[in-house]
């Protein structure tokens, strides 16, 4: 089972990136997914998610109105479009697979893509 990211890059400040994560090894087709970051010296923190039908979404404060998760048709692919980047964005970002028995515990992590955002 793996979760693969890519889209990561270096980007100025304003600039857009659009992140991918694709499964495989099974269906997460049933599960929630979310999008996670961890810049140096801090702590990996919730970025976004979305539901196993991609009707419902959520978003830390900080990104609101410039990140959008969505879904594949599929909904074995997650993509963060990434707008109006700002330096604090620059971060590893992962995306995860929930529980979906127990929210708000993932299971399946992706080994990370690196968005590094000048100013």
């Known amino acids: 089972v793996q979760l693969v990211e890519s889209g990561g890059g270096a980007v100025q400040a304003g600039g857009s990136l659009r992140l991918s994560c694709a499964a495989s090894?099974?269906?997460?087709?049933?599960?929630?997914m979310a999008w996670f970051r961890q810049a140096p010296g801090k702590e990996r923190e919730f970025v976004a998610g979305?539901?196993?039908?991609?009707?419902?979404?959520d978003y830390v404060d900080s990104v609101k109105g410039r990140f959008t998760i969505s879904r594949g048709n599929a909904k074995n692919t997650v993509y963060l479009q990434m707008n109006s980047l700002k330096p604090e964005d620059t971060a590893v970002y992962y995306c995860?697979?929930?529980?979906?028995?127990?929210?708000?515990?993932?299971?399946?992590w992706g080994q990370g893509t690196q968005v590094t955002v000048s100013s």
């Open positions: 979305i539901s196993w039908s991609g009707g419902f979404t």
């Open positions: 090894g099974r269906t997460f087709s049933r599960n929630a």
């Open positions: 995860a697979a929930e529980d979906p028995v127990v929210a708000g515990q993932y299971l399946y």
